[in-house]
């Protein structure tokens, strides 16, 4: 991201690695499975899925996880590949 226009710097986004995974290798990982069925949960969405690329500008990035709220997560549900910006255009 340009410089001030990361979601790291706001403060609302992690990137997450497994010690048996990380980078793109991390959702080969038992802690990319669980994190796909229960970030909504506890409010985080994968921010940039697979094959919206198109959608969100950026390229898929496992590992990057926005919080969004419980109840706003709650829309995206278990391994949605739903993007933060098809959520907020269909509000």
């Known amino acids: 991201?340009?410089?001030?226009?990361?979601e790291h710097q706001a403060g609302l986004a992690v990137d997450v690695a497994s010690k048996d995974g990380f980078g793109t290798r991390f959702p080969e990982t038992k802690?990319?499975?669980?994190?796909?069925?229960h970030a909504h949960t506890y409010g985080f969405i994968l921010r940039y899925?697979?094959?919206k690329t198109a959608v969100t500008g950026l390229n898929y990035?496992?590992?990057h996880y926005r919080y969004i709220g419980p109840a706003s997560a709650a829309a995206f549900g278990a391994?949605?590949?739903?993007?933060?910006e098809e959520y907020l255009g269909g509000r």
Request: charged share 20%; hydrophobic share 35%; no cysteine.
């Open 61 to 63: 990035e496992p590992w």
């Open 49 to 51: 899925p697979e094959g």
């Open 1 to 6: 991201a340009r410089p001030g226009q990361s």
């Open 31 to 37: 802690e990319f499975a669980w994190l796909r069925a």
């Open 79 to 84: 391994n949605s590949t739903l993007t933060l």
